[in-house]
């Protein structure tokens, strides 16, 4: 085996400070200063001088709201050169915000700015159609932010509100906070949408903005609260 078999899969040049490294994998530009929040063991290689901090402070102080069963599933990195971080095989998604905001389900958090407003907040409106509360991640700000997809996701645009995009809660990965949402709900027992006895739901979005949806439906990890 040559060297030059290889060179196709060694990384290039940055050009963006989150950008993908084939479908599975994202690589960051560090930089001093520049910190990033990773989930927890995603790290899979790093080039240059980079530090990681364990449930840094900053994710303390949510911890009590992130249901994990392990703690807080975040590491502070910091320092210069290029970390690459993987969750498992998952399709990758890196997304420029500016100025804006993401409702993002936590499950599918690979890594963000550090320097972007963040927290767990509940999703309002859902327990009536789902029977229970659903709680996310809200990103605010300007930076970068990377998710994980099972499986090559779709990013719907909305567009100006014409029409309404619906999308099965459980495959869900995140959308723009300041999307109009309401719920739908089908007590059709022929019904063959979503999953389960032929009851359905569905979340209606409308307005400027996008949603992520993964071609997946499995909601056994979704970021829920405690009790």
Same mark, same amino acid.
């Given at each position: 085996m040559t060297q030059q078999q290889l060179s196709g899969y060694a990384p290039t040049p940055p050009a963006a400070r989150m *950008?993908?490294?084939g479908n599975a994998m994202v690589k960051i530009a560090m930089q001093s200063g520049q910190d990033v929040f990773a989930r927890t063991g995603?790290?899979?290689?790093? *080039?240059?001088?980079?530090?990681?901090?364990?449930?840094?402070?900053?994710?303390? &102080?949510m911890a009590s709201q992130w249901l994990t069963g392990e703690g807080a599933p975040l590491m502070k990195c910091s320092g210069?050169?290029?970390?690459?971080?993987? !969750?498992?095989?998952?399709?990758?998604?890196? +997304? #420029?915000? #500016?100025?804006?905001?993401?409702?993002? #389900?936590?499950t599918n958090i690979l890594a963000?700015?550090?320097?972007? &407003?963040?927290?767990? &907040?509940?999703?309002?409106?859902?327990?009536?159609?789902?029977? &229970?509360?659903?709680?996310?991640?809200? +990103?605010?700000?300007?930076?970068?932010?990377?998710?994980?997809?099972?499986?090559?996701? +779709?990013?719907v645009d909305c567009g100006r509100g *014409?029409?309404?995009?619906?999308?099965?809660? !459980?495959?869900?990965?995140?959308?723009?906070? #300041?999307l109009k949402m309401k719920g739908k709900r089908s007590f059709k027992a022929s019904s063959m949408i979503g999953r389960g006895s032929g009851e359905a739901y569905q979340l209606g979005f409308s307005g400027q903005g996008f949603v992520v949806v993964q071609p997946s439906e499995d909601s056994t990890d979704r970021l829920r609260a405690r009790g």
């Open positions: *950008e993908n490294h995603s790290m899979v290689a790093y *080039e240059g001088f980079v530090q990681y901090e364990p449930n840094p402070p900053a994710v303390r &102080q210069d050169g290029l970390l690459f971080l993987a !969750d498992y095989g998952a399709d990758v998604v890196c +997304i #420029n915000l #500016n100025d804006d905001a993401l409702s993002v #389900n936590g963000f700015d550090a320097h972007l &407003q963040w927290g767990v &907040q509940r999703v309002k409106g859902m327990a009536k159609f789902a029977g &229970q509360g659903l709680f996310n991640v809200g +990103i605010a700000g300007t930076g970068w932010v990377a998710l994980t997809s099972r499986g090559t996701p +779709i990013v *014409e029409d309404e995009t619906y999308v099965d809660p !459980d495959a869900l990965v995140a959308w723009s906070t #300041n």
